[in-house]
């Protein structure tokens, strides 16, 4: 089973910028559709944006126009620029396959606080 880890949060100020990683133990290659979610404590984990295996993206309203998901197949992983972050951005963020999830990560914790 493919295992996935995340990096890449951390601390950061209204307006401010972070880039998240998503690194996969195999191959994700043929993995049609791939995926970021985020969960606040207390709340159901969400969708925020979906990439297919062309390289088609797909984003929840809350972050279009300021978040971008990408994928390097070659190098396992999948990508989550956030620009414009907003207090309400912050969570734990997770990435998985779309159709087939696999286990869950541990996530990354975003902070976005003045």
């Known amino acids: 089973q493919v295992q996935l880890v995340e990096s890449g949060g951390g601390l950061v100020q209204p307006g401010g910028s972070l880039r998240l990683s998503c690194a996969a133990s195999?191959?994700?290659?043929?993995?049609?559709?791939m995926g970021w979610y985020r969960q606040v404590p207390g709340n159901e984990r969400e969708w925020v944006a979906s990439i297919k295996i062309g390289g088609d993206t797909y984003y929840a309203d809350s972050v279009k126009g300021r978040f971008a998901i990408s994928r390097d197949n070659a190098k396992r992983m999948v990508y989550l620029q956030m620009n414009n972050l907003k207090p309400d951005d912050t969570a734990v963020y997770y990435c998985?396959?779309?159709?087939?999830?696999?286990?869950w990560g541990q996530g990354t914790q975003v902070t976005v606080s003045s």
């Open positions: 195999g191959s994700i290659s043929r993995a049609y559709l």
């Open positions: 998985n396959n779309i159709l087939t999830p696999t286990k």
